[in-house]
């Protein structure tokens, strides 16, 4: 069985651009989540989805959105980008969401010149 | 806010040491999980801990769960090489992830 898979692998960008990050999650899992991890920290939570709804939020700005699909695949939208939001953006899926293992995609790097 | 902090930042160790990474949290968990990240990877599951008390083992890896749910500690017996990568924990209940420990292992 596939792993989660991320799309595209790398992504340059300049200041003020908008990008979408894409994320098929393991087969069977229904809550897909998303994370931006600046180099040399942890995995800051941004969004958790779930059938489609969103069932969390971290604390980023309204520039970030996200959306589950039917097929459970979602996507990041990143508006207005900045220097700031440089980083390796992670998906997450498990089979349902609160307390479940995470299984992680290889993730997207972001670089915003 | 809430935080989940992790000690140490950093180590390295001579192969066949043993290591030691410490989680606290500000409030108590339903649970902890805990995830291993090679460099240049992603993070990859390592373990589950529910109970109060709870130890756990997998190989020369001792997960422990403190009584009060609020801080856990994660022990490895003998490193290897293998062992490296930066471990963090991880508050199921907020999303949050520790401030993570890197190790190194200098054969």
């Known amino acids: 069985d596939a792993g989660v898979t991320q799309s595209p692998t790398h992504l340059i960008k300049t200041r003020g651009q908008q990008v979408t990050l894409r994320c098929s999650p393991i087969?069977?899992?229904?809550?897909v989540s998303w994370y931006q991890q600046v180099l040399g920290q942890g995995p800051q939570f941004i969004f958790q989805y779930y059938e489609k709804e969103e069932r969390g939020r971290g604390n980023f700005p309204d520039r970030f959105s996200a959306r589950q699909f039917p097929n459970y695949s979602s996507e990041l939208n990143v508006n207005a980008l900045l220097l700031g939001d440089s980083a390796l953006y992670l998906c997450?899926?498990?089979?349902?969401?609160?307390?479940?293992?995470?299984?992680f995609g290889s993730g997207t790097q972001l670089s915003v010149l | 806010g809430q935080q989940v902090m992790q000690i140490p930042q950093y180590q390295h160790v001579q192969e066949g040491e043993d290591f030691t990474t410490y989680c606290n949290s500000s409030t108590t968990l339903s649970n902890i999980q805990w995830y291993k990240q090679r460099p240049g990877g992603h993070p990859v599951f390592l373990i589950q801990?529910?109970?109060?008390?709870e130890v756990k083992k997998q190989k020369r890896l001792t997960f422990q769960f403190g009584e009060a749910k609020k801080n856990s500690s994660l022990h490895i017996t003998a490193t290897q090489t293998t062992d490296v990568g930066t471990y963090f924990c991880?508050?199921?209940?907020?999303?949050?992830f520790g401030t993570g420990t890197r190790l190194q292992v200098f054969p």
């Open positions: 991880h508050n199921t209940d907020k999303l949050i």
């Open positions: 087969s069977g899992h229904k809550s």
């Open positions: 997450a899926s498990s089979l349902v969401p609160g307390g479940e293992k995470l299984f």
């Open positions: 801990l529910v109970k109060s008390g």
